[in-house]
């Protein structure tokens, strides 16, 4: 009860705002941020002290019901009065006595409250400089950062067009070394298919006059063939044909003319055959 006393005597009178937590475990008035801001003056100057005067204070306990408990008990008005107002005297002078300490523990508390007050501003000013001092640097090194970046960018970037370039210069070089080697396979292709064509053709004349002189020889050999048949079959027709005329005429002259004599056949031979090459 105290406690919650102590803390509605300390809260100001009208204000509905929800206390925030500040440094040090105590509560202030200021919104949270992501930074320490200083609070007003009204959250601490302002602790309306109420104590309501000894004579318009009301009583902690019913005295009719107290009247009527001792009166139940046995005691007579007098004596009851007497108790009653002895104990209404003894509350004032013990709640008089606990309303002037709570007044010296609420200016002890109001005295600390600016002690603190003045810690928080110096130690929020200390600690923005040092927050602002830390945000420079921060700002600083963020700037060194991003031209470290910026300068390893480019360095990266003038290696990779570099190596392109040469990647396309090797690429250029390979790509002539094959057209170049294309152009002498097809140049030697041609001279062999060219010397495969003379020689071919050259096989191919020589057939050409072997079956040709072959030609001529078997016409040759032909010709002298029928030559020789005809030297050998003339004479041997013009031989039969001399003894079948011989035949014939000895079988229609003989009983004529006398008989031939055997140098006048082989005269007559001969001549049958020089006719007959001729």
């Known amino acids: 009860m105290r406690g919650r006393w102590l803390w509605r ?61 001792l009166e139940t008990h046995g ?35 109001m005295a600390h409250l600016d002690s603190i007050r003045k810690d928080m501003v110096i130690l929020e000013k200390s600690e923005f400089a040092n927050l602002r001092a830390e945000n420079e640097k921060m700002k600083i090194e963020l700037v060194q950062v991003k031209q470290q970046l910026v300068h390893e960018t480019s360095q990266i970037r003038a290696d990779n067009k570099l190596d392109i370039n040469l990647e396309r210069s090797r690429v250029t070089d390979m790509f ?19 010397q495969t064509k003379s ?14 002189s072959l030609k001529t020889l078997m016409e040759s050999n032909k010709l002298e063939t029928v030559q020789y048949l005809a030297a050998s079959v003339f ?13 014939k005429y000895n079988e229609h002259a003989l009983p ?6 055997s140098e ?7 001549k049958a055959d020089s006719k007959v090459t001729h």
């Open 264 to 270: 006048d056949l082989s005269v007559s031979s001969a």
């Open 75 to 109: 005691c007579d008005k007098v004596q009851t009065k007497t108790i009653v107002s002895a104990l209404t005297t003894l509350s004032d002078a013990s709640l008089d006595t606990f309303y002037k300490e709570m007044k010296i523990t609420v200016q002890q508390l």
């Open 9 to 69: 005597l300390l809260r100001p009178s009208g204000s509905r705002d929800s206390w925030t937590s500040a440094p040090r475990g105590r509560f202030s008035k200021a919104p949270r941020r992501d930074f320490l801001t200083t609070t007003t003056k009204e959250g601490y100057d302002r602790r309306p002290v109420d104590i309501t005067p000894l004579e318009q204070r009301k009583l902690t306990f019913d005295t009719h019901a107290l009247v009527q408990d």
């Open 176 to 194: 002539t070394d094959q057209e170049k080697q294309l152009m002498e396979a097809n140049t030697e292709f041609t001279r062999k298919d060219t």
């Open 235 to 247: 004479p041997c027709v013009a031989i039969a044909l001399g003894f079948y005329r011989f035949w």
């Open 256 to 261: 004529l003319l006398p008989r031939l004599t």
């Open 199 to 212: 020689v071919t053709s050259e096989t191919s004349n020589k057939i050409d006059t072997k079956i040709a």
